[in-house]
């Protein structure tokens, strides 16, 4: 009797521990995960990095060496986005200027003027028609879209046309350059 006595006070000694060890043997905590993701806007590779107009004066009839028809020309800038809410597009263009810098004479101009359309961001497009002089100088122009309101992805379209030379003057010889500049980014840095 005295072992069935010993043994029932030593389970009972036993059972509190082991209560307390159930109860704390094991514990939680908490790790907080962070990141973040910078806010960008990526252009497309251009579908054609330089646009030749090729001969832009007419070569023979009433209009010779006055500026030819010239066909309108097109650039895609595919899989273009801005990962962020209120973005916008903006075209800077600069008028086709020979690089000629003699002095220009009476009847003649050294500059091709043109729109520069962008379509395909948000609602409003972005436009650009230059004005330059018959000189070259006030080459420049620029217009910004309206504002998109969400993120997107989408292929941005670059019109080019409208070919005209200051005056309708005769083109003086030689190689023409300009430029056309799409931003993509916050409509309110690329205004």
């Not at 043997?25 to 910078?38: K, P, S, Y």
């Not at 990962?83 to 003649?108: H, I, Y």
């Not at 100088?137 to 504002?147: F, K, L, Q």
Request: glycine share 12%.
């Amino acid at each position: 009797m005295r072992k069935i006595y010993s043994l029932l006070v030593a389970a009972a000694a036993m059972a509190p521990g082991a209560a307390f060890a159930q109860a704390t043997d094991t514990d939680t905590g908490n790790v907080a995960v962070n990141g973040r993701v910078a806010s960008i806007c990526i252009l497309g590779d251009p579908s054609s990095a330089t646009v030749d107009l090729g001969q832009m004066a007419a070569t023979s009839g009433t209009r010779a060496g006055r500026i030819a028809v010239l066909p309108g020309q097109s650039v895609s800038l595919p899989g273009s986005f801005c990962n962020f809410a209120g973005s916008a597009v903006k075209v800077d263009a600069t008028a086709l200027v020979a690089n000629d810098s003699s002095t220009l004479q009476p009847g003649f101009a050294r500059a091709v003027n043109f729109t520069a359309l962008v379509t395909g961001w948000a609602s409003g497009d972005a436009t650009a028609t230059t004005a330059a002089l018959g000189d070259g100088s006030s080459a420049s122009a620029s217009g910004t879209g309206g504002t998109q309101p969400l993120p997107k992805i989408a292929d941005i379209g670059v019109a080019l046309s409208g070919f005209t030379a200051p005056g309708d003057a005769i083109l003086v010889a030689g190689e023409y350059s300009g430029t056309v500049i799409v931003t993509l980014g916050p409509a309110t840095t690329v205004q």
